[in-house]
């Protein structure tokens, strides 16, 4: 009998894009960087941190040494586990090292409205839209909103936005905030759908986007919520938006070493306060379009960019935060599903951990659902290419090969029937025959995806009944609370 020893007998196809080299260069531009150029901390109690870490602090000017940044990245947990509040876990998120989730993204002030097709403001309504239509796509891993609510009292559009869409959705939630009150009102909401704090530690049920700004600035309210969730072991994300030729350098090079040292910052303040939290970085990587004064989020650019990040980033050690099925272009359509392929395909192939942006138009301006319903095929598709081919005695059907010859079909065999059903199968794609399609109505591609969509809002009500009464009022006491603080504010 013949011993296979260390054979692959199945390799997942990711490919790279930066060599060992030019890692090693970038990791080492990063570090000089923050050692010598520094970043601008805009919070006394992080200055503070610093300080007393070992680095040299100069009015908002803070410089890490290698020694501080590579004891971060030494405390940074390998494997974190996010959970659906129903404590179903075939929505369990693993965060590690080539495991992918697709999502849509936070707050573009513009929607397409689901009936009339018209771009609006978003409204509240619209986040339970979101969140029941992501609950019901098998591709969406995580769910952010697609919006900014335009309709509740200003400064409250983070935390409605939550509460709305926790009950809406047992797929785990990205959530963000202005600051850290409404960083600690998201909180309360989550521990009251996990049942308790002790349940939400152990159970987290939602991560924590943050961003600074983008060059090298991390203002009072980034950081601060940075360090709210550190303190409470809220798994987060700590990411810039940079801008190739605006907020960075256009060299793509250089680009990368900003935006990593920019995240950097957040990852130090992490693990300081609380080492071992689980703490993401990446974040959006495209180029300023000079022609238009438009951040480009359909440049292949995007897709280049971010997987060169995805892999400084798991060079790091460290999850990453990237981009795709996002257009430029206003409304779906042959340019929206051109731009979001590639950068899907993009993202997966790479590696990445959290994709966000599934569903922006108009270079992040407004969220589309139908866009979002269209990339859930989209990563579907791109799945299939990531698991690659597996290669075994099975797989190889010799036999089966032997036993059909020369001539023969495979139509009937027990091995197709076996097989077939790994195949992919399209929701969305036409694959009839002219005669079929044309007796099915002559629909094209944006005609199915509305009427998917429009059927999942119709029949998919989400988990909303599942919700405890208990957890339900302790939300709206949230809210009114909210609400007294904000009229005691303004």
């Known amino acids: 009998m013949i011993t296979?020893?260390?054979?692959?007998?199945?390799?997942?196809?990711?490919?790279?894009?930066?060599?060992?080299?030019?890692?090693?260069?970038?990791?080492?531009?990063?570090?000089?960087?923050?050692?010598?150029?520094?970043?601008?901390?805009?919070?006394?109690?992080?200055?503070?941190?610093?300080?007393?870490?070992?680095?040299?602090?100069?009015?908002?000017?803070?410089?890490?040494?290698?020694?501080?940044?590579?004891?971060?990245?030494?405390?940074?947990?390998?494997?974190?586990?996010?959970?659906?509040?129903d404590g179903?876990?075939?929505?369990?998120?693993?965060?590690?090292?080539?495991?992918?989730?697709?999502?849509?993204?936070?707050?573009?002030?513009?929607f397409i409205d689901t009936e009339t097709l018209e771009r609006r403001k978003y409204l509240r309504k619209d986040a339970t839209t979101v969140a029941r239509v992501c609950d019901a796509l098998p591709n969406i891993g995580y769910v952010q909103s697609l919006g900014s609510i335009s309709d509740v009292t200003n400064g409250l559009a983070d935390v409605y936005e939550f509460a709305d869409m926790i009950r809406n959705t047992t797929t785990p939630i990205m959530s963000w905030s202005f600051t850290k009150e409404g960083c600690r009102d998201i909180h309360r909401m989550g521990i009251a759908m996990a049942g308790s704090e002790e349940e939400f530690k152990q159970r987290p049920n939602y991560?924590?986007?943050?961003?600074?700004?983008?060059p090298l600035v991390s203002d009072f309210n980034a950081i601060d919520k940075c360090m709210y969730c550190a303190e409470n072991r809220i798994p987060q994300v700590y990411s810039p938006c940079a801008i190739g030729g605006g907020t960075v350098p256009a060299s793509h090079a250089g680009q990368l070493v900003v935006a990593l040292s920019e995240s950097m910052v957040g990852v130090i303040a992490s693990q300081l306060i609380n080492p071992g939290t689980c703490i993401i970085i990446g974040g959006v990587q495209s180029i300023l379009d000079m022609r238009y004064s438009v951040y480009s989020y359909g440049a292949p650019e995007l897709s280049l960019l971010s997987a060169a990040m995805t892999e400084m980033v798991h060079y790091c050690n460290l999850p990453m935060y990237s981009t795709s099925g996002c257009t430029d272009t206003k409304k779906m359509d042959m340019q929206s599903a051109m731009e979001a392929c590639?950068?899907?395909?993009?993202?997966?192939?790479?590696?990445?951990?959290?994709?966000?942006?599934?569903?922006?138009?108009?270079?992040?301006?407004?969220?589309?659902?139908?866009?979002?319903?269209?990339?859930?095929?989209?990563i579907s598709m791109a799945r299939v290419i990531e698991r690659g081919v597996e290669v075994n005695e099975e797989t190889l059907a010799v036999d089966?090969?032997?036993?059909?010859?020369?001539?023969?079909?495979?139509?009937?065999?027990?091995?197709?029937?076996?097989?077939?059903?790994?195949?992919?199968?399209?929701?969305?794609?036409?694959?009839?025959?002219?005669?079929?399609?044309?007796?099915?109505?002559?629909?094209?591609?944006?005609?199915?995806?509305?009427?998917?969509?429009?059927?999942?809002?119709?029949?998919?009500?989400?988990?909303?009944?599942?919700?405890?009464?208990?957890?339900?009022?302790e939300i709206e006491k949230i809210l009114e609370q909210a609400e007294e603080r904000q009229q005691k504010g303004s």
């Open 4 to 85: 296979r020893t260390n054979y692959t007998i199945q390799q997942s196809p990711h490919f790279e894009i930066l060599s060992e080299n030019q890692k090693e260069r970038i990791y080492n531009g990063m570090m000089r960087t923050l050692q010598y150029t520094g970043a601008n901390v805009h919070h006394e109690k992080a200055r503070e941190l610093f300080k007393k870490a070992g680095c040299k602090i100069d009015g908002i000017r803070v410089y890490f040494p290698p020694e501080v940044i590579l004891n971060a990245l030494s405390t940074v947990p390998v494997i974190t586990e996010v959970f659906p509040w």
């Open 88 to 110: 179903d876990d075939s929505k369990k998120i693993i965060i590690e090292k080539k495991r992918s989730y697709f999502g849509p993204g936070p707050t573009p002030p513009n």
């Open 207 to 214: 991560i924590f986007y943050g961003e600074p700004i983008s």
């Open 342 to 378: 590639l950068s899907i395909n993009a993202a997966m192939m790479s590696g990445a951990n959290f994709v966000h942006d599934n569903g922006y138009t108009e270079s992040g301006l407004t969220g589309d659902i139908f866009q979002t319903v269209m990339d859930d095929e989209l």
């Open 400 to 473: 089966q090969i032997h036993n059909v010859g020369p001539g023969g079909h495979y139509l009937y065999e027990e091995h197709t029937m076996k097989h077939f059903r790994n195949h992919w199968m399209p929701t969305l794609m036409d694959r009839n025959s002219y005669e079929s399609w044309e007796e099915q109505g002559k629909k094209t591609m944006k005609d199915r995806i509305i009427e998917k969509t429009r059927e999942l809002i119709e029949t998919h009500e989400g988990p909303i009944n599942k919700v405890s009464a208990k957890a339900s009022k």
